[in-house]
C-alpha cells in the first residue's frame, strides 16, 4: 500500500487514535444515535455535545433548590448569590484575559446590545461600523439597529445610517478576506470610524482573522475594536489581553457544549473595565456586591466586566456550563489546539483523496483558507452539494448545510477523533459516487 492509500485508511485514524493523549475525552460526551449506532458528529459549532457531567451539576442546584429554597442563595453547595464566580478563572484561561476582564451573563446579542452601550457612542463625524461580509445575521440587525437607534436624536439627523455600515468584501474572484484589504479599509475610513467589530472566526467561512493586526490598526485609527467570538472561543487561540481588544462576546452552546441557549460571556479590557464613568445600561448585579442588598439608589458599577451584569444569574445553565469548563481546564486549550490542527488537517487530506477518487465529478472545495482557520471546514460541493448532504444525513452524518452551497464540517477536538473523519470521507465518495453516478461503493 503506498503513503497516501495508508493515510486514507481506517487502521491509520486508529493508530492517530492510539496515540492522541486525549482521545479519553470522546468517553465523557453523550452522542446521538442514528439507527442505534453514535453518529457521526460534526457540528460542534453550532450545538456542542452534552458532557456526562452536566445531568450531576444541575441536579445539585435542583436538589440545592429544593432542600434551601431561598437560602440557597447563602448555602448551596456552589451558593447562587457569587455563582458567575464559579466560572471566572476558567473563562479567563480559556480567552488569555484577566479574571477580572470576563464575565459569564446574559446570551450573545443580548451581550454585543448591552456592550456597544458602552462602546459604539457615535459622533455627527464618527459613526462608522466596519464588519465581515458573511456575517451572522443576528449581529448583522444588531450593528444595523444600533446604527439606526443613534442615526437619529428627536428631529435631529446625526449621520446617515446608510452610511454607517462598511461591508468588508473579498476580492473579486475569492471567497475570504485579506487582512491587508481588511488593514487598508480601516486606514480608508479613519476619520469617520467608530468601531470594528468581526467574528473572531467567521461562522460561514471558518475564516480566523488577525486580531492583533487588526485591533493595532483600529486604534491607530481612533477606533474601537470589539470580536464577536461565537466560532472562536474554546476553538482557537484567543489572547485577548494581550492584543489590547477593547470588547467581545460569545456563546457558551457551541464549542463550549453548555446547552441550547446557554448563558453567554463578555470581556471588557482593564484599560474599560476599571472606568466607573463609561455609559451603560445598569442593573443590580453590576452594581457593588457590598451595597446591592441595601439597594442604594444610585448605581455605583463594579470595577472590571462584572459591572456590565444585570440580572442575577441563571444557575441551571451555568451549571451546565461548569460541567464543560471543567473538562476544558483538564485538557488544556493549548493541547486542544494542537490536536484539532492535526485533526482538520486529515479532513482536508481525506477531502484531497475523495476529489481524486471521484475524479472531479462534484468537485469540492475547502473555502476554508488553510493559514487561518480553527477545526471547521467549508465544503463547496460543485452541482448537487444538497443531495449529496442528504446522502450524508441518511447516513447518520450530521453536519450542517448553508444555502446555496456550502457543508460546514467541523471535527472538534474534545470529543471527534480521526475515525469519525475517516469514516466521513468514505461516506462523502459514496454520496458524490452515487449522486453523480458514477463508481461503485467501497462497502
Ligand atoms: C451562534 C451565533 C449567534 C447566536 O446568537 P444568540 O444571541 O446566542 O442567539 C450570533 N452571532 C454569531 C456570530 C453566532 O455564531
Given at each position: 500500500?503506498n503513503?497516501q492509500?495508508?493515510?486514507?485508511s ?39 455535545l452534552?458532557p456526562d457531567?452536566a445531568?450531576?451539576?444541575?441536579i445539585e442546584?435542583?436538589?440545592d ?12 453547595r456552589?451558593?447562587?448569590f457569587?455563582y458567575h ?6 473563562t ?7 479574571p477580572?476582564?470576563?464575565v ?9 446590545h448591552?456592550l ?14 466596519i464588519?465581515?461580509n458573511n456575517?451572522f445575521p443576528s449581529?448583522?440587525y444588531?450593528l ?23 461591508e ?7 471567497l475570504?478576506?485579506?487582512t ?9 475610513h479613519k ?20 486580531f ?6 483600529t486604534?491607530?485609527?481612533g477606533?474601537?475594536c470589539g ?7 474554546g476553538?482557537?487561540e484567543?489572547?485577548?489581553?494581550e ?14 457544549n ?9 470581556f471588557v479590557?482593564e484599560?474599560h473595565?476599571?472606568?466607573?464613568a463609561?455609559?451603560r445600561?445598569?442593573g443590580?448585579?453590576?452594581?457593588d456586591?457590598?451595597t446591592r ?7 455605583i ?13 441563571p ?5 451546565a ?12 486549550m493549548?493541547k486542544l ?5 492535526s485533526?482538520?488537517s486529515?479532513?482536508?487530506f481525506i ?10 465529478s462534484?468537485?469540492i ?8 482557520r480553527?477545526?471547521?471546514?467549508s465544503l463547496?460541493?460543485e ?5 449529496i448532504?442528504?446522502?450524508?444525513i ?8 448553508r444555502?446555496?452551497n456550502?457543508i460546514r464540517?467541523?471535527p472538534?477536538?474534545l ?12 461516506l ?5 459516487s452515487?449522486?453523480?453516478?458514477t ?5
Amino acid at each position: 500500500m503506498n503513503k497516501q492509500a495508508f493515510i486514507n485508511s481506517l487502521e491509520f485514524a486508529r493508530n492517530m487514535s492510539t496515540n492522541d493523549p486525549l482521545s479519553g475525552f470522546r468517553n465523557r460526551f453523550h452522542f446521538p444515535k442514528h439507527e442505534g449506532k453514535p453518529v457521526l458528529y460534526f457540528c460542534g459549532n453550532s450545538l456542542g455535545l452534552q458532557p456526562d457531567s452536566a445531568q450531576s451539576f444541575i441536579i445539585e442546584e435542583l436538589e440545592d433548590w429544593r432542600k434551601f429554597g431561598v437560602e440557597g442563595h447563602m448555602h448551596a453547595r456552589h451558593p447562587w448569590f457569587p455563582y458567575h464566580e464559579f466560572l471566572r478563572d476558567s473563562t479567563a484561561r480559556l480567552i488569555n484575559a484577566k479574571p477580572e476582564e470576563v464575565v459569564v451573563m446574559n446570551s450573545l446579542t443580548a451581550n454585543i446590545h448591552f456592550l456597544m452601550v458602552s462602546f459604539y457612542r457615535p459622533t455627527s463625524s464618527r459613526y462608522k461600523i466596519i464588519f465581515e461580509n458573511n456575517l451572522f445575521p443576528s449581529d448583522r440587525y444588531a450593528l444595523a439597529s444600533q446604527a439606526n437607534f443613534h442615526a437619529n436624536k428627536g428631529n435631529q439627523k446625526l449621520f446617515d445610517e446608510n452610511d454607517a455600515l462598511i461591508e468588508l468584501m473579498p476580492r473579486d474572484g475569492e471567497l475570504y478576506l485579506r487582512t491587508e484589504d481588511i488593514l487598508e479599509t480601516i486606514d480608508k475610513h479613519k476619520d469617520s470610524l467608530a468601531l470594528v467589530m468581526l467574528g473572531g472566526v467567521n461562522y460561514f467561512t471558518g475564516q480566523v482573522f488577525d486580531f492583533a493586526e487588526i485591533t493595532k490598526a483600529t486604534h491607530n485609527a481612533g477606533a474601537i475594536c470589539g470580536f464577536d467570538l461565537a466560532h472562536a472561543t474554546g476553538n482557537v487561540e484567543l489572547k485577548l489581553h494581550e492584543w489590547d481588544v477593547d470588547f467581545a462576546a460569545w456563546c457558551s452552546y457551541k464549542y463550549l457544549n453548555a446547552g441550547p441557549g446557554a448563558v453567554g460571556g463578555a470581556f471588557v479590557h482593564e484599560r474599560h473595565a476599571k472606568n466607573n464613568a463609561l455609559p451603560r445600561f445598569a442593573g443590580w448585579w453590576g452594581n457593588d456586591p457590598e451595597t446591592r442588598f441595601t439597594m442604594p439608589e444610585k448605581f455605583i458599577p463594579r470595577a472590571g466586566a462584572d459591572g456590565w451584569q444585570l440580572s442575577n444569574a441563571p444557575v441551571f445553565s451555568m451549571a451546565a456550563l461548569r460541567a464543560s469548563m471543567e473538562i476544558f481546564d483538564e485538557a488544556g486549550m493549548d493541547k486542544l489546539i494542537e490536536k484539532s490542527r492535526s485533526l482538520t488537517s486529515y479532513l482536508e487530506f481525506i477531502v484531497g483523496e475523495v476529489n481524486k477518487q471521484t475524479e472531479g465529478s462534484n468537485k469540492i472545495s475547502i473555502i476554508t483558507p488553510s493559514h487561518a482557520r480553527g477545526c471547521q471546514l467549508s465544503l463547496i460541493v460543485e452541482n448537487s452539494g444538497k443531495q449529496i448532504h442528504e446522502y450524508l444525513i441518511e447516513n447518520g452524518v450530521i453536519a450542517d448545510w448553508r444555502h446555496p452551497n456550502v457543508i460546514r464540517v467541523a471535527p472538534v477536538p474534545l470529543y471527534n477523533n480521526y475515525e469519525d473523519v475517516f469514516e466521513f470521507g468514505q461516506l462523502l465518495y459514496e454520496g458524490i459516487s452515487k449522486v453523480s453516478g458514477t463508481a461503485t461503493t467501497t462497502r
